[in-house]
Each structure stands twice: as structure tokens, then as C-alpha cells.
């Protein structure tokens, strides 16, 4: 199994900038991708960003492209969400993931607010 934590969530003016981030700890070398998920109050949770643990490609939603940058520290098990020119839509509980043997694990989650 695989532990997440995730840190860096808190209340930003919108066009700000926050970073999330998520530690992994457990059997982090099956680790297959880990990513990060958002929900808003009263919305599905929504893929964000996704990294492959072993080579480093990434993937984007389209809401996020060329603002978020996700990225990780092998060495610390830790995957980074790099959120700049924050907009009030992206306002969410933000939840970590990681895939590995066929299974997902989440993250407790960390709140993201954007409001002036």
C-alpha cells in the first residue's frame, strides 16, 4: 500500500500562485503514476494533472494547460502541483493519487480557496 499526504492548499487572490504537495510513503516503488484530482463543493472530482513515476511525462486537463505544472522528486517520493494565475473556478479540495498494481490511492485532501 501507499500513503499520501498532501500540504501547500490555503487561500490565494485570484492571479496568484500556490504549490501543493503531496508525500508518498509505503511501497512508492511500484508507484505507476501519481496525479492530482480536484472536487468542488457539489461537483464530480476532476482530473488536473497526472505524471508517469518513471520518466517524468505529464498530462494536463484543458482548464489547467499552461498554468499548473505538475513534477516530481523521486528521491523524496514527493509529486509537486505548481498552480500560477489562479482563477476562482479553480477553487477545490485538491486529492493526490497515485496508481500502481491495478489500484488507486487518494490523498486526504488540501483546500484550495481563491477569492480577493
Known amino acids: 500500500q501507499v500513503q499520501l499526504v498532501e500540504s501547500g492548499g490555503g487561500l490565494v487572490q485570484p492571479g496568484g500562485s500556490l504549490r501543493l504537495s503531496c508525500a508518498a510513503s509505503g511501497r512508492t516503488f511500484n508507484i505507476y503514476t501519481m496525479g492530482w484530482f480536484r472536487q468542488a463543493p457539489g461537483k464530480e472530482r476532476d482530473f488536473v494533472a497526472r505524471i508517469r513515476w518513471s520518466g517524468g511525462s505529464t498530462n494536463y486537463a484543458d482548464s489547467v494547460k499552461g498554468r499548473f505544472t505538475i513534477s516530481r522528486d523521486n528521491a523524496k517520493n514527493i509529486v509537486y502541483l505548481q498552480m500560477n494565475s489562479l482563477k476562482p473556478e479553480d477553487a477545490a479540495v485538491y486529492y493526490c493519487?497515485?496508481?500502481?498494481?491495478?489500484?488507486?490511492?487518494w490523498g486526504q485532501g488540501t483546500q484550495v480557496t481563491v477569492s480577493s
Open positions: 493519487q497515485a496508481a500502481l498494481g491495478g489500484y488507486q490511492y
